[in-house]
């Protein structure tokens, strides 16, 4: 069964400073993982994917992640925080099944940027 | 294009009422879903349409009715809800091979009265 954990509900960071939202996942072979952000009241849009290429992942926005599976990680990072980037995230993981690709979602973080 | 498009953007809806949520997409998609979000949850799959055939998340009520009339478009039938639906409901498409990502529309702000 695949499974992603997101460590922290709520991250608050100030504009211009970096950014870490972390997430864990667990899969009993090699994933395929997602970040998407959701402003208040719209839909998810896709942040950035890792698909078994490359394990530094570029996205939109300026929003970056790094797998490690060694730790069993998929950390999305920004270098420089803006005050549209408040949202929240959610960590994802694939699986194909016979119903189509299976999304499981983690609980998500509210990112929060202040002045 | 990498639009999901979904009709009503809100609506709102008595207990007796019967109404539908509409949802369309042009990516050539296998795949179709229908999703409900609670506040400061994430998304719960509902439906998912694979190649028009259909699998269901079996906690969902029969008050919910997925209706899938060709590839391109997927609708939810809502009959007889209760206020506990009230809820933002979303629809995605994605390819049916590889664990590949879901596109998202915009969703609808559904509250039953």
């Known amino acids: 069964a695949q499974s992603v954990t997101q460590l922290d509900s709520h991250v608050s960071v100030s504009e211009g400073t970096p950014v870490l939202l972390r997430c864990n996942y667990s899969?009993?072979?090699?994933?395929?993982l997602f970040w998407y952000v959701q402003h208040p009241n719209k839909g998810l849009q896709l942040l950035l994917k890792?698909?078994?290429?490359?394990?530094l992942v570029k996205g939109i926005n300026g929003f970056e992640a790094e797998f490690k599976k060694s730790e069993t990680s998929f950390h999305l990072t920004k270098p420089s925080a803006h005050m549209s980037d408040a949202a929240e995230y959610f960590c994802?993981?694939?699986?194909?099944?016979?119903?189509?690709?299976?999304?499981?979602f983690g609980t998500g973080t509210q990112l929060k940027v202040e002045l | 294009d990498t639009e999901v498009t979904q009709t009503p953007k809100h609506l709102v809806m008595g207990m007796t009422n019967k109404k539908s949520l509409k949802c369309e997409q042009h990516m050539g998609h296998r795949a179709m879903y229908w999703y409900k979000q609670k506040a400061k949850k994430p998304p719960e799959l509902m439906f998912v349409y694979s190649y028009e055939k259909l699998s269901i998340n079996e906690s969902v009520p029969s008050r919910f009715s997925p209706e899938c009339p060709n590839s391109s478009l997927l609708n939810l039938h809502l009959h007889a809800l209760q206020p506990e639906d009230s809820a933002l409901y979303l629809c995605?498409?994605?390819?049916?091979?590889?664990?590949?990502?879901?596109?998202f529309g915009q969703g609808t702000r559904l509250t039953v009265v």
């Open positions: 899969s009993s072979y090699s994933p395929s």
């Open positions: 890792y698909t078994s290429a490359a394990t």
């Open positions: 994802v993981v694939s699986t194909l099944t016979g119903g189509g690709n299976k999304l499981t």
């Open positions: 995605a498409s994605s390819q049916n091979r590889g664990r590949t990502e879901a596109f």
